[in-house]
């Protein structure tokens, strides 16, 4: 009787015994495959501390009236890093946004490094004033003067007539601008020859002007054939050319210079600026004269003029 226990007992464990080692013989072989599997593919699990591969866009979707996703890194790293592109190019030669969004609403809190690929150094401060701006090229393109007294209270420098109470032509440019010719063929008041005068020849400096970045007009040609006039400022007669407004001096000049020879000495007066109606000038046409008044008009020099513009 007791033998027969022994061996139904034998039985049983070996049979148990069997049982186990094919469950943990299928446990070992269905989770190294499930580990291998997991996080590679479509459909697999994300794995959290591990690198997970998939050639497809992967959603989270949902209705929820916080964030969908929340990433905390209470460590000293970043919470998120966005990459594009093969990771030995410069971020500078990379194409691809690493990030794009549907909404214009503000993210609050975001610093960033560039706007529109322009750093903080491109832009005017809030209390910054346009002269101290490279984007503020002309404060005289304004059609709004009640509401752009000065920089502060100006959009854009374009919008102002005045900066400051000062019309622009009361700013050195940032550079020397070119010469501007006087000819017999000129187009309006202010690059036309008056009262017969015209170029010497081809061959010497021919009639211009214009205002270095420090506000000082130069004059520049020789010139013949005109007539001269001894009397009074700012009139058509023996005016060689006119100087529109931003070019006048704050006060008459004269200038002595070379006429006629080498020994010879003739004079240029530069008027400080006035209106006209009469002759070859429209109405209400405004300049300062560079008026022959003596010399010999066989030739006349304006080589050397120069004065500071003040009206």
């Given amino acids: 009787m007791m033998k027969k226990i022994a061996r139904r007992t034998l039985r049983i464990a070996r049979g148990t015994a069997l049982a186990v080692g094919a469950a943990v013989m299928m446990a070992v072989v269905l989770g190294v495959t499930t580990t291998a599997l997991a996080g590679t593919g479509v459909g697999a699990t994300f794995n959290l501390g591990k690198a997970n591969t998939v050639d497809a866009v992967s959603r989270l979707v949902g209705s929820v009236t916080g964030s969908m996703l929340i990433v905390d890194n209470n460590g000293a790293g970043t919470a998120l890093d966005l990459r594009v592109g093969p990771a030995t190019t410069p971020p500078d030669q990379k194409t691809a946004a ?20 322009k750093s903080a150094s491109d832009f005017l401060a809030a209390d910054g004033k346009a002269q101290n701006a490279t984007h503020a090229d002309q404060a005289d393109s304004a059609t709004n ?5 000065n920089a502060q ?7 102002a007539d005045k900066l400051d109470g000062k ?24 690059n036309r020859f008056y009262a017969g005068w015209t170029n010497f020849d081809g061959e010497h400096s021919t009639a211009a002007y214009y205002k270095d970045s420090q506000g000082i007009v130069h004059l520049k040609g020789v010139v013949r054939s005109g007539s001269f006039y001894d009397c009074c400022y700012n009139t058509e007669d023996g005016m060689i050319f006119l100087l529109p407004q931003g070019y006048w001096p704050s006060e008459h000049r004269v200038f002595t210079t070379l006429s006629g020879s080498n020994t010879s000495v003739g004079r240029i007066d530069i008027g400080r600026g006035g209106c006209y109606g009469t002759q070859n000038l429209p109405s209400g046409t405004c300049g300062g004269a560079v008026q022959a008044v003596a010399g010999n008009n066989g030739w006349i020099s304006l080589d050397g003029i120069s004065f500071r513009a003040e009206g």
């Avoid at 003067?145 to 007294?149: F, G, L, P, R, Y």
């Avoid at 070119?178 to 187009?187: D, E, L, N, P, S």
Wanted: net charge negative; aromatic share 6%.
């Fill in 98 to 117: 690493p990030m794009k969004v549907d909404s214009q609403a503000r993210v609050d809190n975001l610093n960033a490094d560039e706007l529109d690929n």
């Fill in 145 to 149: 003067t009640q509401n752009a007294a």
């Fill in 153 to 159: 209270n100006a959009t854009a420098a374009q919008n």
């Fill in 167 to 190: 019309d622009s032509s009361e700013f050195a440019t940032k550079s020397s601008e070119a010469w501007r010719q006087i000819t017999t063929t000129g187009t309006n008041p202010y």
